[in-house]
């Protein structure tokens, strides 16, 4: 697979100097049942606005450190913060709070194919409501014009009363996006969310989760397998080796030897496009 979907130019980014720490990861390490070391003492900030990519080879711990941001695993030591509160010491109703704050993008989208994609898009919203009124499908009005309008800025209104299991993959993953944006989180997580798509759709999901997150401040955290995909949007890039971080700076800082390291391989031998092989 030739991952050179865009060219590896970095955008602009929107971060502003000195914003709050949304996230605050603190030393954790994940040992799973079977004693595999997944994640050994990682610890990083994230302020608000940052758009941070993960990358990494197969194994070196991204979607087990994805899946410790919102509980989806629980780490073995170590903490994490959102918004200063943690979320691994959490328990009930506080818990459900905090993990409102995070929102997940998934690789396959992980709809219900049974539901219409408006109902799919307003399923973002049932951590904010009371039991019953979710039960019941019961959203405010406000909830729904949110909705719709979520749905005809990803230009996917003419489809809303449709079955989601109707809709393509990119479309599918659109409709994710639209569901993680209107839970309102302060951090977004995306787990390898172009790893299942084509490179013209790979383009049009990975520019709308900018453009989503950055223009409404929300702080994203996206891992991917493509090394120009992340150059090209991130305005900083966490590199994973063997459950460590490796590397944690700007685009701009990772050179050759840094890839090498991260991916243990000889740049040459990667497929990351002609233009970091020679000139990085
Ligand atoms: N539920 C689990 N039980 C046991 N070991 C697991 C489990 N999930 C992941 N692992 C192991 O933990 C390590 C890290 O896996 P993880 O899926 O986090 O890596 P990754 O970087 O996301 O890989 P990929 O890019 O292939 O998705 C691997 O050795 C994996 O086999």
Known sequence: MADTIVSPKPLETTTPPGAEVVLSVQGVSKTYTNGTKALRDVSFDVRRGEFVVVIGPSGSGKSTLMRSLNRLVDVTSGAVLVDGESLTKAGGARLRA????????????????????????????????????????????????????????????????????????????RVGIARAIIQDPSVLLCDEPIASLDPSVSKVIMDMIFQMATSRNITAIVNLHQIDVALRYATRIIGMHKGEIVFDGPP???????????????????????ELRGER
Not at 99 to 125: I, K, S, W
Not at 255 to 274: H, Q
């Open 252 to 274: 701009a800082d990772l050179t050759a030897e840094t890839i090498e390291r991260i991916y243990d391989t000889p740049v040459g031998e990667l497929m990351i496009g002609e």
């Open 98 to 173: 905090v993990r409102r704050r995070v929102a997940m993008v998934f690789q396959h989208a992980n709809l219900v194919g049974r539901l219409t994609v408006l109902q799919n898009v307003l399923h973002g919203r049932l951590g904010h409501m009371g039991t019953l009124a979710g039960m019941f499908g019961r959203y405010t009005e406000a909830d729904k014009q949110t909705a719709v309008d979520l749905l005809r800025e990803i230009e996917l209104g003419e489809h809303m009363y449709n079955r989601a299991a109707e809709l393509s993959g990119g479309q599918k993953q």
